[in-house]
């Protein structure tokens, strides 16, 4: 009798073990998407020309940017996440051939433009 109460026990704790286990990684999942939600909203596009600030736009609107300064122009397009010059009439087309940038810190330099650009981690969301 002893026994089979012995061995009950311990399935019960096998249960609550794994239950808990359970619930420990669904909450380690759960705050990991909030904290990743919450990163990729705070980023936002900054785009510069010579000093002074054309666009600050959340990184995740998706929309395209005319930059139209006395150097040249560019058409700077913000898609998933992610934002690349789309067009520019610079002569080394350097800024378009540069692959897309979606990390905080990162830049596209368009030199012949003066156009700079860089993800930030200022937050331009509307606030409800
Ligand atoms: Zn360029």
């Known amino acids: 009798m002893e026994e089979k109460g012995n061995l009950q026990k311990r399935v019960l704790n096998s249960v609550l073990f794994f239950a808990v286990v359970l619930l420990i990684a669904f909450g380690l999942i759960v705050l990991r998407l909030a904290i990743t939600n919450k990163e990729d909203a705070a980023k936002s596009v900054v785009v510069e020309s010579d000093g002074s600030i054309l666009y600050a736009v959340p990184l995740s609107d998706d929309q395209t940017l005319?930059?139209?300064?006395?150097?040249?122009?560019?058409?700077?397009?913000?898609?998933?996440?992610?934002?690349?010059?789309?067009?520019?009439?610079?002569?080394?087309?350097?800024?378009?051939?540069?692959?897309?940038?979606?990390?905080?810190g990162q830049t596209?330099?368009?030199?012949?433009?003066?156009?700079?650009?860089?993800?930030?981690?200022i937050d331009l969301r509307k606030k409800e």
Request: aromatic share 4%.
């Open 108 to 121: 596209i330099v368009c030199l012949p433009h003066r156009v700079v650009v860089s993800v930030t981690a």
């Open 66 to 104: 005319s930059v139209k300064t006395e150097y040249g122009e560019n058409s700077i397009r913000i898609e998933r996440g992610k934002v690349y010059v789309e067009n520019a009439d610079c002569p080394k087309q350097i800024c378009v051939h540069t692959a897309p940038i979606r990390d905080i």
